[in-house]
C-alpha cells in the first residue's frame, strides 16, 4: 500500500486545501503505480503546532497573515 505522510505547520491549510492535496497526491501515486493502487494509497497530513518545529536551531511560528480561513 502506498502511503505518503505529509507534515505542515497547524492552520496552514484550509480543510479544502487539504482534500486538494488529498486528491493530487493520490492522482500521482496512480500515475505511478497504475489505477489499482488508488484503494490503498493512504494520504496523512499532519498539522505540527507552532513552535514543534525548527532548522537550524530556528523555532517556526506560522505568522497570522498565512494562517487558512476554512471555507475558503
Known amino acids: 500500500m502506498p502511503f505518503v505522510n505529509m ?5 496552514a491549510l484550509s ?3 487539504k482534500e486538494e492535496i488529498i ?3 493520490t492522482d500521482l501515486v ?6 489499482a493502487a488508488r484503494p490503498h494509497t493512504m494520504v496523512l497530513i499532519e498539522e505540527v503546532k507552532d513552535g514543534g518545529y525548527a532548522r537550524a536551531d530556528e523555532v517556526f511560528v506560522i505568522p497570522e497573515a498565512y494562517r ?3 471555507g475558503a
Open 7 to 11: 507534515k505542515v505547520p497547524e492552520a
Open 68 to 70: 487558512a480561513v476554512d
Open 15 to 17: 480543510r479544502a486545501q
Open 30 to 35: 496512480v500515475e505511478y503505480f497504475s489505477e
Open 23 to 25: 486528491h493530487r497526491v
